[in-house]
Structures are given as C-alpha cells and as structure tokens.
DNA sequence: GAGCGTATGTCAGAATGCTGACATGGGTCA
DNA sequence: TGACCCATGTCAGCATTCTGACATACGCTC
C-alpha cells in the first residue's frame, strides 16, 4: 500500500456523514435495481403509488425528491409501458391521479424485495433501540433544516 | 388545504428517512452558497483541500463522492481561478497533489461560515448525546453497506 | 526483465436532471 | 364578480454528471 492514506478527518462531521450514508446507500440500491432494468426513481415512484395510490405527478415528485419535470418524464415511460394509468376523471384541480396497474405491482414487488435485503444489510447490525434513535434524530435534523429561517 | 394529504407513511423507512435528510441538507447548502457563487461539489473541494492538502484528483473525487471526471472538469476551472494549484513535481505515480492558493483559502473561509452555519442549524435541536450517537450509529451503517456482501 | 492487475489523468459522447416558461384550474379577498 | 396568488401539468433548452475509452505509471509475481 504504498499510496497516500486516504481517510479524511471529516468522520466527525453530521453533515459530511449523512451525504457519506445516503451515497453509500444510493449505490447499493442502484446495483440491486440494475438487474431489474430499474433506476432508484424508478423503483420509488413505484412504491410511492403503492402506499398511497391516486398520487399526483407534483406529489411523486416531492416524494422521490427529483422536479415535477423529472417525474413527468418517468410517469410518461411507465404509463407507456403500461405500469401505471392516469385517470383524470375525478374533479381535483388540475392533478391527475396516477395508479398502479397489476403489471406495475408485479414489477414493484420484485423490486421491493431487493430494496429491503439493501436496507436490511444497512440495518442489521444496529440494535433496535439504536435504530429506532437513528429515526427519531434524523426526523429532527429534518425538520430543524426546513425550519423557516 | 383543500389539497390531498401529502405525508407519506415511509418516515419509518431508514433508507427513506436518509434520503430525506440529505435532501434537506443539500438544499440548505445549495440555498446558502449560491449567493457566493459556488456549488456544494465546489466548497467540498476545497474544505477537502485545507484538511487534506495535496490530495489527488481521484482522491478528491472520492472524497466528495463525484467521480474523477466530473472532479477533473471542477480542478481545471478552479485551477483557471487561481484558487488551486497542482504541482506535478513530486514523485507519486502518476497522481499530481493538488494545494490550496492564499486566494482559494480566503474562498473557503466564507463558505465554511455558511455551510457551519447550516450544519448547527440542523443539529442544533439534538442533546449532546444524540448527535454522539448519531455519528456512531451512521458509520455503522455505511461500513454494513461497503461490506463485500 | 516480462506480464499482469490496478490506479490515475484525461478526452469525448451519452444520459440524466434541472431551470425557464406558459397555460390551466382553484381558492381567497376586496 | 374580478383580481390576485398559488399549485399543477407540460414543453423546450441548458447544465451537469456519468459512462466508455485510452494512455500512462506503479507494484506484484513468475
């Protein structure tokens, strides 16, 4: 090992630690879905749908963190390939409503269960009270940072 | 609000919750550097440079979790600044230790303020001993998630 | 010394996501 | 009712990042 050493000094730091997690996730996430032919928006438009079916494009959008813009792109390839269907029948403002059809829920299934062996492997080694801690800490550092000012 | 609910049922999802904070954060940096004219990738360079100098190419991009070609196109604009330099003098392969110059120092010293400023912001709401533990607890996490299986 | 594997720097093309813009629908308030 | 504001869906252009590829440099093994 004759190179430079390449830890950084920055393992303290909450901020840096967090990007540090969620890339790391991000990566074993996308070398789950990739066998599936599916991207990580993909999937959570996917399972969005799936807990709260009748979601909107807007709505998608904030949930998988991308732009409305984004969405719609994704919305339209999987409506196209007969994942999802827009019924624009109820009166809810300009919002469309979007549902999974059976295709859908049977692609995310799959999809879903390599997610989970993801998040299972991240969260395995922790005790339950240190997790059940992870999520309470990390809901208020959420919330502190969408504080107003 | 006369609008469908918009909470999602996943805030009990580790992964999801990660994904949400970093998020959050990425827009709070974002938000607090832009009046500075810089990026996050830009001010994560350079905070790797002062803690780190003569770090490489590669290993900036590792450490800012970008890949060595995005990194190599920010070092050419950086070094076209005047707020790095890259000495090749040295002999250690092939990699060129890239240094702060005084002027990328006084650079960084804004953004630092500003990103501290966001980082407190976050962690400001958590007992001494959660932020402790929540450091601990997301190292574990990335380290399960880099394990070869 | 030769061969092999790995890491690095760099260039070019492709893909992805974002910003800007516009029209529509709905609610609020004077 | 009309003016205003906000949210939504959607189109087009732009920016940024990534993927693929190649040459170079070092270490290890035979």
Same mark, same amino acid.
Request: charged share 25%; glycine share 6%; hydrophobic share 40%.
């Given at each position: 090992?004759?190179?430079?050493?390449?830890?950084?000094?920055?393992?303290?730091?909450?901020?840096?630690?967090?990007?540090?997690?969620?890339?790391?996730?991000?990566?074993?996430?996308?070398?789950?879905?990739?066998?599936?032919?599916?991207?990580?928006?993909?999937?959570?438009?996917?399972?969005?749908?799936?807990?709260?079916?009748?979601?909107?494009?807007?709505?998608?959008?904030?949930?998988?963190? &991308?732009?409305?813009?984004?969405?719609?792109?994704?919305?339209?390839?999987?409506?196209?390939?007969?994942?999802?269907?827009? &019924?624009?029948?109820?009166?809810?403002?300009?919002?469309?409503?979007?549902?999974?059809?059976?295709?859908?829920?049977?692609?995310?299934?799959?999809?879903?269960?390599? &997610?989970?062996?993801?998040?299972?492997?991240?969260?395995?080694?922790?005790?339950?009270?240190?997790?059940?801690?992870?999520?309470?800490?990390?809901?208020?550092?959420?919330?502190?940072?969408?504080?107003?000012?």
């Amino acid at each position: 090992m004759g190179q430079v050493r390449n830890g950084i000094d920055l393992d303290t730091s909450v901020g840096y630690l967090l990007k540090e997690a969620s890339s790391a996730l991000r990566i074993s996430m996308e070398a789950a879905l990739r066998p599936l032919g599916m991207t990580i928006t993909h999937y959570s438009c996917l399972e969005l749908l799936a807990q709260r079916p009748g979601l909107s494009n807007s709505q998608l959008a904030r949930g998988a963190f &991308v732009t409305r813009q984004s969405m719609n792109v994704l919305l339209q390839s999987l409506e196209r390939d007969g994942l999802v269907e827009r &019924v624009g029948d109820e009166a809810s403002g300009r919002a469309i409503p979007t549902r999974l059809t059976d295709r859908g829920r049977e692609q995310l299934r799959t999809a879903s269960a390599a &997610v989970k062996t993801v998040e299972n492997r991240m969260v395995e080694p922790l005790a339950p009270e240190d997790r059940a801690a992870l999520v309470a800490t990390l809901r208020q550092c959420v919330d502190a940072l969408r504080a107003p000012a």
